[in-house]
T-cell receptor, first 113, second 109 residues
Framework: DAGITQSPRHKVTETGTPVTLRCHQTENHRYMYWYRQDPGHGLRLIHYSYGVKDTDKGEVSDGYSVSRSKTEDFLLTLESATSSQTSVYFC????????????FGNGTRLTVT | KNEVEQSPQNLTAQEGEFITINCSYSVGISALHWLQQHPGGGIVSLFMLSSGKKKHGRLIATINIQEKHSSLHITASHPRDSAVYICAADSNTGNQFYFGTGTSLTVIP
């Protein structure tokens, strides 16, 4: 959808290790988001970006950092993974035009053991 | 506090039935989005609406701004409609979204 690629699609890692998830888009969309999806919760915003090098925290940002050095790439880093960060992570983008629709990547399933 | 509430949480229907999923929100919005997520799959945008009604095939979305309520209807439901349907409020205070927890729909042949 809208040329959004998340990598990896699946990852298993150990507690305490760093992990980086990548979101790549080909639509030149200005806004990019990282969400996590857990049972019983709606999608929860981790961080978002409104342009190159412009990022802000979401409601569940603790333990996560992001970077956006190019329009097309938005990286999510777990500096030291914990079991509570086991989740499905979705990247989303939207264009600059007011009320543009959201486009989602296919998700990354992360398991922290 | 849940800015967006969906009902029902789970729904089972027989093929051919008319289905309604409801969404209520408490924040000011610029638009309301309906999303679809198939099991193990990605999330797809179905509708984005700020007033009135939109129709796409067998799917119809309506919104009542005064009552802060939206509905998603599926006519002549089919097993391939089985998915989680998510309502999302596009906040008018910034580029943020509030998501419902989703309605899991199963359509039985």
């Amino acid at each position: 959808d809208a040329g959004i690629t998340q990598s990896p699609r699946h990852k298993v890692t150990e507690t305490g290790t760093p992990v980086t998830l990548r979101c790549h888009q080909t639509e030149n969309h200005r806004y990019m988001y990282w969400y996590r999806q857990d049972p019983g919760h709606g999608l929860r915003l981790i961080h978002y970006s409104y342009g190159v090098k412009d990022t802000d925290k979401g409601e569940v940002s603790d333990g996560y950092s992001v970077s956006r050095s190019k329009t097309e790439d938005f990286l999510l880093t777990l500096e030291s993974a914990t079991s509570s960060q086991t989740s499905v992570y979705f990247c989303a983008t939207r264009g600059q035009k007011h009320n543009s629709p959201l486009h989602f990547g296919n998700g990354t399933r992360l398991t922290v053991t | 506090k849940n800015e967006v509430e969906q009902s029902p949480q789970n729904l089972t229907a027989q093929e051919g039935e008319f289905i309604t999923i409801n969404c209520s929100y408490s924040v000011g919005i610029s638009a309301l989005h309906w999303l679809q997520q198939h099991p193990g799959g990605g999330i797809v945008s179905l509708f984005m609406l700020s007033s009135g009604k939109k129709k796409h095939g067998r799917l119809i979305a309506t919104i009542n701004i005064q009552e802060k309520h939206s509905s998603l209807h599926i006519t002549a439901s089919h097993p391939r409609d089985s998915a989680v349907y998510i309502c999302a409020a596009d906040s008018n205070t910034g580029n943020q979204f509030y998501f419902g927890t989703g309605t899991s729909l199963t359509v039985i042949p």
